[in-house]
């Protein structure tokens, strides 16, 4: 049996900590704050309730795994977890309204020629048809297995085919999702559909691979799906599975160092809390393996160990992630029968948005005039309402993880455009509203220690390797990386997987090839 160590509770660490300690492990979660989740967190007041991370779980058999592979109720036995439907509406700048059913892609197909014609759909579904091909062709690798040491040949490849053009007699390629919409989808409106599944994560199509495709295809094939009182039940499921196979959490303990001993991860020195024994310099817990789940720059300031070298994937090879603002609106009256529980408001001005998704700090990134693309979220449910008077919703955006959001003024402005927009979503918003919270990227730096609050995007193949992940194991034997800033990458799929791939490292030894 041996001792393990994780620093932080977020969802990549628990699936980590769940999955050893089944296998014979004793394992200790030290986590800064006071609660287990990550970035799965929740906030409450005057009886409403509302989700302030993920709203909706893509890819739910990552976590039915865990469940399956750590004891003997499934997940479905611990949440209640349904499938949302339609998966979306989708609202564009010329008035088209769409709803897109879950997990359908013929159904989809039909939506959207129906809404927009000109066999609009079809040219849609012909794409979904392409990035199943890039689904497949990526699966494994970016999913399932540790990344390569040869990751280069992922770097390296386009997964994405290439496309038939009938009046060149050629082919041709797109290397970015922009060029996928613009080579293939034709539409304005279709380039947006395809645009805001980039978007969800802070993502510009103009420079992110051809090989995001498979976001949009994961949607369509696999669903989306919510969790009953929301996504923060996933959290806590999760917790009470750890605590169920005897994993230890100690809350409000602040790693401040990664023990060594013999050049490898011998244990973590803390800044407070408890801990098996004491040392100069701060409380200490010995441990034979160490799994980090929080950003490889905040691991890399706990050890002068160097945890990489040249040519391995590292933090800063891709552009700066972005952050999500997000405003929490409290409704008085009950939600009109029918509503969508996800509907995607499209801006009107496109590359005024892109533009500023793409400011860096301190070249004065300039307020948007227009709304940005904006999702709302009206989940029907009881628990995140005083009652049946009452709705809670959550409108949010890709945003600059630093934008001046301390600035007087700025952050209001912002929020009252995505309320703007939400408005198309939500009849009589502006009438009903109680109060709103408003919530920066900078929040979300507080409550989860991701630097200016940025929200980690999955791994994707090509693009010469920007778009990989971290490796789950580091140049100081012992020490592991789990979670959003760790190989696969951000998403509560990717997070869960993250857990699994580090047990299976640490269990297996470094022969271990992923899930069969």
């Known amino acids: 049996m041996a001792r393990i160590a994780v620093i932080g509770a977020g969802l990549g660490s628990?699936?980590?900590a769940a999955r050893l300690a089944v296998a014979g492990h004793r394992v200790v979660v030290y986590e800064r704050s006071e609660t287990y989740g990550g970035a799965v967190g929740r906030f409450e007041r005057d009886g409403f309730a509302f989700d302030t991370g993920p709203g909706l779980l893509p890819l739910p058999a990552v976590y039915r795994d865990l469940f399956l592979k750590t004891g003997k109720q499934p997940l479905e036995a611990c949440v209640d977890l349904v499938q949302v439907d339609p998966a979306a509406r989708h609202v564009f700048p010329d008035g088209t309204d769409v709803r897109l059913p879950n997990a359908s892609r013929a159904g989809v197909v039909d939506a959207?020629?129906?809404?927009?014609?000109?066999?609009?759909?079809?040219r849609w579904g012909d794409f979904l048809v392409r990035a199943r091909d890039a689904w497949d062709r990526t699966r494994r690798p970016l999913?399932?297995?540790?990344?390569?040491?040869?990751?280069q040949v992922l770097a390296e490849r386009e997964p994405y085919p290439a496309v038939p053009h009938k009046r060149l007699l050629r082919t041709r390629r797109a290397g970015t999702l922009a060029g996928?919409?613009?080579?293939?989808l034709r539409d304005d409106r279709l380039t947006a559909l395809l645009d805001s599944h980039a978007l969800a994560y802070g993502l510009d199509p103009r420079t992110t691979p051809a090989s995001a495709a498979v976001l949009p295809y994961m949607d369509h094939a696999f669903g989306t799906w919510y969790v009953r009182g929301g996504m923060r039940e996933l959290a806590r499921a999760v917790y009470e599975r750890c605590r169920a196979r005897r994993v230890e959490f100690v809350f409000g303990a602040e790693v401040v160092r990664i023990l060594e001993k013999d050049g490898r991860a011998a244990g973590v020195e803390l800044d407070g809390g408890t801990s098996q024994a004491s040392g100069p310099g701060g409380e200490r817990a010995e441990a034979d393996h160490v799994v980090a789940g929080i950003p490889p720059a905040r691991v890399a300031s706990l050890t002068e160990h160097p945890l990489q070298e040249d040519g391995d994937v590292r933090p800063g090879r891709g552009p700066a992630p972005a952050g999500r603002f997000t405003v929490l609106l409290a409704l008085r009256g009950a939600p009109e029968a029918g509503a969508a529980h996800r509907t995607v408001v499209?801006?009107?001005?496109?590359v005024a948005e892109l533009d500023f998704l793409g400011g860096a700090a301190g070249t004065g990134i300039p307020a948007m005039a227009a709304p940005p693309t904006v999702t709302v979220l009206r989940p029907d449910d009881p628990a995140l309402r005083p009652d049946g008077a009452h709705e809670s919703v959550v409108v949010s955006a890709a945003a600059p993880a630093t934008a001046g959001w301390a600035e007087p003024g700025r952050a209001e402005r912002f929020a009252d455009l995505l309320v703007t927009a939400a408005e198309t979503a939500v009849p009589g918003l502006r009438e009903r509203l109680l109060w709103r919270e408003v919530r920066t990227p900078a929040?979300?730096?507080?409550?989860?220690g991701a630097a200016d609050g940025a929200?980690?995007?999955?791994?994707?193949?090509?693009a010469d390797g920007r778009f990989l992940l971290p490796g789950n194991t580091t140049r100081l034997p012992g020490l592991y990386l789990a979670g959003g800033w760790a190989h696969p990458g951000g998403g509560l799929p990717h997070a869960g997987m993250s857990g699994a791939l580090v047990a299976g490292l640490i269990v297996e030894g470094p022969g271990f090839r992923g899930s069969q």
């Open 14 to 16: 628990m699936a980590a």
């Open 112 to 122: 959207l020629n129906t809404a927009l014609g000109s066999g609009a759909g079809d």
């Open 143 to 151: 999913l399932e297995e540790p990344l390569w040491p040869d990751w």
């Open 180 to 184: 996928i919409a613009e080579l293939e």
């Open 346 to 350: 499209h801006t009107p001005d496109r």
């Open 443 to 448: 929040r979300t730096a507080h409550e989860t």
């Open 455 to 462: 929200v980690p995007p999955p791994a994707f193949a090509a």
